[in-house]
């Protein structure tokens, strides 16, 4: 199983930034993804999870109406768009199917 994360950086606060992560080594559709953060200093917290055929999906009430997952199965891809970015935001993401995890991709909120 290999996951990889990309699309973290840099952004002021109010900005936006679309997170990445490609999957391969299992059958993709047959996995539920979520995205998790993880802030220094603080545990590891689920973010966003989406259905594996895409037609569910759940939200931290700390990101509703901000964050949206969405996953394209036929590109073995799930996304994280992040809108209204906030610095209590800044995090290394990891996106996971629930049984592995990527490497993360930071994600820093600051002017």
């Known amino acids: 199983v290999q996951l990889v994360e990309s699309g973290g950086g840099l952004v002021q606060p109010g900005g936006s930034l679309r997170l990445s992560c490609v999957a391969s080594g299992f059958t993709f559709t047959s996995y539920a993804m979520r995205w998790y953060r993880q802030a220094r200093g603080k545990e590891r917290e689920p973010v966003a999870t989406i259905s594996g055929a895409g037609g ?14 969405s996953r394209d199965n036929a590109k073995n891809t799930v996304y994280l768009q992040m809108n209204s970015l906030k610095p209590e935001d800044t995090a290394v993401y990891y996106c996971s199917n629930l049984l592995s995890w990527g490497q993360g991709t930071q994600v820093t909120v600051s002017s």
């Open 56 to 69: 569910s999906t759940n939200y931290a009430d700390s990101v509703k109406g901000r964050f949206t997952i």
